[in-house]
């Protein structure tokens, strides 16, 4: 009698959840509906729906390279993290964007000595849970990578005293030392279950060791089964593994795209951390002139260490109106390259290399009339380098 008694509750627990996942699903692609397992992870759907807003755009706020805890065992570098959350809140103040994108280098692992990284990760996502707006992140190089001694520390002044856990966190994670690095799938399992408003997701097995490929449909506010524009997310790599996009994620993305937009008829933007090596093939050589739009161009691309597919994917698609990387500080252009645009966002935090001044690229997708906009919000309010994407 006990074993049925469960039985039942089982079923009728599997019957809500189902209930559930239907429901959340309203407004998004059917074709991942019949896929049970996939249903029953809400908070890993693999196509969550956002709507924009009535009569509104939608618009979105890319947040790059922020590099939390960076210098974590000195006092320079948790003030760097103050100023980082300062910048994202200027800039969510002044844009109210409908979403947030974590393009990558949240956090600097490499100088972070806890168990558990998601304490800083969590400091970095904090300015736009406490709005409620909803967000997606995916890795970039410095994420997951694991902790680097420094060699001074090894010269006559010794070791400094490294403080566990970080200074001004309300995590309640692991909290002892650790020099190992917090792995992709922690860190994105961390970020999913303690927060309702993360779109993001740890992406098809299959992909492994790249974890932040997933796609997000929003869909026009008349119509929910009307998608305005699908975002997708790829992981580039670096850190616990090479720098690159690979095969199997270039073809994941050709699927993905046949399926849910075969017709080419919605726009697709597309977001992740290295620039792929085209960037270099369309880099201005001095200052930023058009075709190309931008502010600074003060350094070289760093790209990824291979090509294997992706570009040549995107390149065939009209659909595909703009790739968004981060990584480079000191670069913050859009450069048409052949029928879409490869764009840099605007170092955002006061983490990592460059003294730049900060700010977030603001992307805005509108329907009627269609279009796609693109502008540079500075931490002190400035705006400028307008470009138009689509239309
Ligand atoms: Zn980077």
Redesign the pocket.
């Known amino acids: 009698m006990a074993v049925s008694l469960s039985v039942l509750f089982s079923f009728t627990l599997l019957f809500f959840h189902l209930l559930l996942a239907v429901q959340s699903d309203q407004g998004c692609h059917k074709t991942h509906n019949h896929h049970l397992r996939r249903s029953l992870q809400l908070r890993n759907s693999p196509e969550k729906c956002l709507r924009a807003r009535p009569g509104e755009p939608f618009k979105i706020a890319l947040f790059a390279?922020l590099h939390f805890g960076e210098d974590a065992w000195t006092d320079w570098g948790p003030r760097q993290d103050v100023n980082s959350i300062r910048v994202m809140s200027a800039v969510l103040d002044a844009e109210s964007p409908d979403f947030v994108i974590y393009l990558?280098?949240v956090i600097t692992a490499n100088n972070i000595p806890v168990a558990n990284a998601s304490s800083y990760w969590d400091q970095a996502i904090s300015p736009t849970r406490t709005r409620g707006i909803p967000w997606a992140s995916v890795f970039?190089?410095?994420d997951d990578a694991p902790f680097e001694w420094p060699l001074e520390w090894f010269s006559a002044p010794g070791i400094p005293q490294v403080r566990c856990p970080a200074a001004n966190s309300s995590f309640s994670g692991e909290e002892e030392c650790s020099f190992r690095g917090t792995h992709r799938l922690q860190l994105m399992k961390d970020e999913i279950e303690q927060n309702a408003l993360s779109y993001s997701s740890n992406g098809p097995k299959d992909l492994w060791p790249s974890i932040s490929n997933y796609v997000l449909q929003v869909s026009s506010p008349q119509d929910a089964q009307s998608p305005l524009v699908y975002l997708y997310f790829l992981d580039s790599g670096?850190g616990s593994y090479p720098e690159v996009i690979s095969n199997a994620q270039a073809e994941w993305f050709r699927r993905q795209s046949e399926k849910i937009n075969p017709d080419l008829s919605i726009p697709e933007l597309i977001f992740w951390?290295?620039p792929s090596k085209a960037y270099s093939g369309v880099a201005p050589w001095f200052g930023v002139r058009k075709p190309c739009v931008g502010s600074i161009n003060k350094e070289k691309v760093a790209s990824q260490e291979a090509e294997f597919g992706i570009m040549g994917l995107l390149e065939k698609r009209p659909s595909v109106k703009a790739v968004f990387v981060?990584?480079n500080h000191g670069l913050d252009w859009c450069c048409p390259h052949k029928k879409l645009w490869l764009c840099f966002a605007r170092h955002t935090g006061y983490g990592g290399y460059g003294s730049w001044a900060r700010g977030a690229r603001i992307i805005e997708v509108s329907k009627q009339p269609s279009s796609i906009k693109s502008w540079i919000r500075m931490e002190n309010g400035n705006v400028h380098s307008e470009v138009l994407l689509s239309s």
């Open positions: 390279d990558g280098d970039g190089n410095h670096g951390h290295i981060g990584h």
